[in-house]
Every structure is written in structure tokens, then in C-alpha cells.
């Protein structure tokens, strides 16, 4: 199961970015401001020390909302390079809140770029700050997204960007936190609104 | 580009180090994946039982749930209530709130009157917190702290002196109170409050330090002391505390802990470990189905010899009878 969405993940990225052949629209430089504003769903649960894989209503957390900015520039007429701010919340079955904050530094690729359809593979890297019952704690990030986006008119488009986050909460082995050591799995899905220039 | 390659640096570096969580006993997703549906009054503290009436606090206020019924008495939003207690007599609930203007006060339920009224007594102010033993502890602008007992709203014990002078931290056991912290030396000391006849024969003893996480009299005159690492000691038995038993599987707060006989039970992520006073020692699941495990606030006695009142903070309140670690007894468990 763990190795099945892993898998999955990356052949969306791979079939996706061979079933596209575009002529390139943006030029080294351009700049790309965002919003974005939808849903955040928990995948998975993964307690290495304790070999406990959890999915579903296991994770004990609801479907939650995600929101963000970014910014982001050509470096390339296909690359762009930028960073995120983004807000997350889930509520745990209990119904206290578990938020994060997630500070990202993201490459995007243009698989498809034509003027007036965008197609982005982006990978993120960068850290969160996760707040749940009064405790806080900071874990590193990466975040794989894909976002078909449709431009309204020269500078405005919208989109959907679908997401995969996974952090890392990981304790020493001399830790009496060892076996809470867990690597997370959640997918935010979100509407975005997108301006370039 | 060299922008980038600095950006890029400086993350990778950040990854290295961020994973951090200081703060908490357990891992923050642990606690998410052991949390339970709240099915009953959310349990914030076990206050204990009395005429078959169990008695807590909860988010906003203060219950008594019998098998029939549950009832709120003291109704709090604000100020909140930050910790309760039954004064030793039973006539009343002392608890102790915090205002919006972050002060804090005393006050006083009478179960006769059916009336709760503040307490202003010198004893009362600093108040830090208010144990469910009719232990409270205060302390001072210039540090000193006084470890006091509620025998009734008109007759606080404060002859108990401390040598302590920073908390660290405080455990609490059913007669005792266990304080852990430093002294004005900034030597490490334990000091343990107990009495064994009622509150004129309070005692303090000096124990050796270790990092308490709990700790429970057994009946024979000792008791049995867990540490961080999982350690278990008797005082009873020699001065230098060496280790009598070492159990797995332990939560880090021992606040469920509680005595049949000559035996201790510690809770576990799975399991009780009953730990006799000769450091015998047992793994023994009580009947509780494992999420229930994790959701039991405390184990406070019922009266009857060998039962016990189990709170739990989402799940409800079982009272649990017939536990006998001799013959590795669970005994049986009935929700009230």
C-alpha cells in the first residue's frame, strides 16, 4: 500500500510530462504571483519504528482546508523557481485543531505551455511549523503538485492544483518519543488564481 | 543563479535540523491517532467518588455522573477553572480559577448550602494549583513555596515547609504528594508529603532525586517510585534507591496509577505492569480495549477494598472491581 501511492505519484509525473510536446510561451525573467484556496485530506500515517501503516479514518483526522501565496521566476523558458507561504488545518476525531504552516522553496516545470493552458509539475522543499493541543514542533517538507491552469485573459488564469505533502516528525533513537517517529502523507486539492507578467 | 544555489543551500541545511518537538510527552501524531471520539463529557480531571457519584472536571465546569444521571454543579466559562479538588472532609469542592485579568482566586463548593463562594484567607493566595488529593501548593513573590492541605474551607494546614525554592515538578498519589526541584543550592531534591492517620500526622520525607514520573503507596508501608527510564524503586527498603524492577511499555505521565495489595500498577501503552514492592513485576491488561488504554485520564479508589473508579477523558467512567494481581485477575469493568 505504502509503495502503491509512492508509485502512482510519480507515474502521474512521468505519463504527464511524455503525453506533452509545447512550443514555449514564457521567457527567462517572468514572474507568476498566486492564491490559492481548497481542501487538505490526510493520506496516510507511516510509524517506521513500530511498522504501523495507517489510512482512512485511522489517521483520526477529518478533511480539513488548505489556502497559500507564491511567488515564482523564469529561470528558463520551462523552469521557475519561487517560494510559498501556505496555512493548513485538519481537525483530529477529539475536534482540536492541528494547523500548519508550510515555507516552501519550489521548482516548478512547464510541461505544457501555450498562452492560454499551463500545465506545472512543482516540487517543494522546505519546512512547516505544525501546532496541535498547545504543542508546536518544526519538520522538514517536500511537496510534489500538479496544476492544469487556464489563463482568462494575457495576465489572469485559474487552476486546480492537486497536491502530495510529506513531512517527517522523527525522534533520536534515545529519545522517549522513538516510537512516535512518523512520516506523513497528506493531499491538498486546491482552486487557484494565478497572475503573470 | 547564485541566489538559487544560496537558497537552495540554506534549506537543505534547515531540513537537517528542523525535526523538533520539545515540548510534548508524546509525538504530535501519535496523540492524533490516539485521540478518541468524544462519546461522553470530556473528562479534564478525576475529582473522586463519593455516595456513589463520581465527580470531575471538564472544558466548563464541574460534573457528578452517577449511573443514572450527570449533572454539571459549578458552571465556568469564565473565569475558567484551572484544577479542583475535595477538601478532606468531603463538604467541599475547592477549585481554583484563573481570570481574564490572569489573576487567580479560590473558591469554595458547598455540597450543603449548594452554594460556591470565593476564599480569601491568606492560606489561599498564590495559589498554583490545586491538587485532587487536598494537597495545593503556593508560591510567593519572593519564591517561597509552602506545600499545604485542605483538611476544610475553615482549617488549611500551612505548617508544611519546603526547601524547594524552583518547581519542577509535582506527583500526586491518593495521601501523598511527591515535589520535585531545586533547592537555593540549585541542588536537585525530592521531597514526599504523606500521612497515614488523617492530615495531623502529615509527614515530609526526603528522598533521594531521581526524574520522577510517578509513584503509588502499597500496602506493607512503602512506596514503589518509577522513573523517565522506566525504573522502579522502593523506599521502603533501602536509602540509596537501587532499582527493583524495570518495566517496558510506559507511558511518560503516571497519573493512572494505582495499589491492590503489595502491588503497584503503572500504565502502559498496552498494558498495566502490577510491580510488587520485592520488584516483581508483570505485564496484565485490565479488559480495556487498547484506545481505551490511551484515553484513561486516572484511577482513583472507590471505597470497596480492590475497586476502582476509571476516568477516561472522551470515553466515559467504568468503575473496575476484582482486580487480584496474585492471580492475574483483570477483574471486570461496568460503565457507570
Known amino acids: ?197 | 543563479m547564485k541566489k538559487y544555489s544560496l537558497l537552495i543551500i540554506v534549506l537543505i541545511i534547515l531540513v537537517g535540523f528542523v525535526s523538533c518537538n520539545l515540548d510534548s510527552e508524546r509525538g504530535i501524531y501519535r496523540s492524533i491517532t490516539e485521540s478518541s471520539e468524544i462519546t461522553s463529557t470530556r473528562v479534564t480531571q478525576a475529582l473522586g467518588y463519593e455516595d456513589n457519584m463520581a465527580y470531575f472536571l471538564s472544558d466548563d465546569g464541574i460534573y457528578s455522573k452517577s449511573n443514572s444521571s450527570e449533572s454539571i454543579k459549578i458552571v465556568s466559562k469564565t473565569p475558567s477553572i484551572l484544577s479542583a479538588s475535595f477538601t478532606y472532609d468531603k463538604n467541599d469542592i475547592l477549585f481554583l480559577t484563573n481570570t481574564t485579568s490572569n489573576e487567580t482566586k479560590v473558591y469554595a463548593y458547598n455540597f450543603t448550602a449548594v452554594n460556591w463562594t470565593e476564599r480569601v484567607e491568606n492560606e489561599f493566595e498564590n495559589t498554583k494549583v490545586i491538587f485532587n488529593n487536598s494537597f495545593f501548593i503556593t508560591q510567593d513573590g519572593d519564591n517561597t513555596i509552602k506545600i499545604k492541605f485542605i483538611e476544610d474551607v475553615s482549617n488549611v494546614i500551612t505548617s508544611l515547609s519546603s526547601s524547594i525554592t524552583t518547581l519542577t515538578k509535582v506527583l500526586t498519589s491518593e495521601d501523598s504528594i511527591l515535589v520535585l526541584g531545586e533547592n537555593a543550592s540549585e541542588d536537585e531534591i525530592a521531597e514526599l508529603y504523606s500521612y497515614t492517620s488523617g492530615p495531623s500526622s502529615i509527614a515530609k520525607t526526603s528522598i533521594t532525586y531521581k526524574n520522577y514520573i510517578g509513584f503509588e503507596y502499597y500496602t506493607g508501608g512503602g512506596y514503589l517510585l518509577i522513573d523517565d527510564e522506566n525504573n522502579v524503586y522502593n523506599n521502603n527498603v533501602d536509602t540509596t534507591y537501587s532499582i527493583e524492577a524495570t518495566v517496558t511499555d510506559l507511558y511518560t505521565q503516571q497519573l493512572a496509577s494505582f495499589s491492590v495489595n503489595e502491588y503497584v500498577y503503572f500504565k502502559g501503552e498496552n498494558y498495566f505492569h502490577p510491580v510488587k514492592s520485592d520488584g516483581t513485576n508483570k505485564e496484565l491488561n485490565l479488559g480495556f480495549a487498547k484506545k481505551l488504554q490511551a484515553d484513561i485520564v486516572d484511577i482513583l479508589p472507590e471505597g470497596n477494598l480492590n475497586t476502582f473508579i476509571v476516568f477516561t477523558r472522551n470515553s466515559g467512567i467504568y468503575k473496575l472491581s476484582g482486580v487480584d494481581p496474585t492471580v492475574d485477575s483483570s477483574g471486570t469493568v461496568v460503565e457507570i
Open chain 1, 1 to 197: 500500500m505504502k509503495k502503491s501511492i509512492l508509485v502512482t505519484i510519480i507515474m502521474i509525473f512521468l505519463f504527464t510530462g511524455i503525453g506533452f510536446a509545447s512550443t514555449n510561451y514564457y521567457e527567462i525573467g517572468d514572474q507568476t504571483f498566486t492564491f490559492q484556496a481548497g481542501i487538505d485530506k490526510s493520506l496516510f500515517l507511516y510509524f517506521p519504528v513500530t511498522d504501523e501503516f495507517l489510512t482512512g479514518e485511522n489517521t483520526k483526522t477529518d478533511l480539513g482546508g488548505y489556502g497559500s501565496i507564491s511567488y515564482s521566476s523564469f529561470f528558463t523558458p520551462s523552469l521557475s523557481l519561487g517560494g510559498e507561504l501556505g496555512y493548513s488545518f485538519n481537525y483530529s476525531i477529539e475536534r482540536k485543531l492541528l494547523t500548519t504552516v508550510p515555507m516552501l522553496a519550489k521548482l516548478n516545470y512547464y510541461l505544457v505551455q501555450n498562452g492560454k493552458f499551463d500545465l506545472t509539475a512543482g516540487v517543494g522543499l522546505g519546512i512547516s511549523f505544525t501546532r496541535y493541543d498547545e504543542n508546536l514542533f518544526v519538520t522538514p517538507l517536500i511537496q510534489l503538485s500538479l496544476t492544469p491552469s487556464y489563463f482568462i485573459t494575457e495576465n489572469w488564469g485559474i487552476g486546480v492544483e492537486a497536491s502530495f505533502a510529506n513531512s517527517y516528525e522523527f525522534y533520536g533513537s534515545n529519545s522517549t518519543k522513538h516510537d512516535d517517529s512518523v512520516i506523513t502523507g497528506f493531499m491538498p486539492i486546491s482552486l487557484k488564481m494565478s497572475y503573470r507578467h
